[in-house]
């Protein structure tokens, strides 16, 4: 009985955890590419190494995706379909620059 009442409690907790990691996460991106203080190779690095972990985040806190045998079907259709977004958006930007090529 006590383990229901306790469910909204950490699933409310995962929810505050979560934006709180992510709205930390996208000011310290902001903050990296206002106020440069590294080389830019450097911040664009950070920046992405910072948006992958907020993926993570977004995935474990809000979509409830984790390691767990339950969910694992959960992330491999997830995965699956970024696999063919990639593909789709890789394919395309390809296409784009040897048009581009051929037309300079």
Not at 12 to 26: M, S
Not at 30 to 46: D, E, G, H, I, M
Not at 70 to 94: E, H, K, N, P
Request: hydrophobic share 55%; aromatic share 8%.
């Amino acid at each position: 009985m006590s383990e229901r009442r306790d469910d909204p409690r950490r699933e409310a907790r995962g929810y505050v955890l979560g934006y709180a990691a992510a709205l930390l996460l996208t000011s310290v991106a902001f903050a990296l590419v206002r106020w440069p203080v590294l080389a830019s190779t450097a911040t664009y690095a950070l920046v992405l190494a910072l948006a992958l972990i907020q993926i993570v985040v977004q995935f474990r806190c809000f979509l409830h995706i984790g390691l767990k045998r339950s969910t694992r079907d959960d992330l491999q259709l997830i995965l699956f379909s970024s696999l063919i977004i990639a593909l789709m958006v890789g394919g395309t930007l390809v296409i784009l620059f040897n048009l581009r090529m051929r037309m300079m």
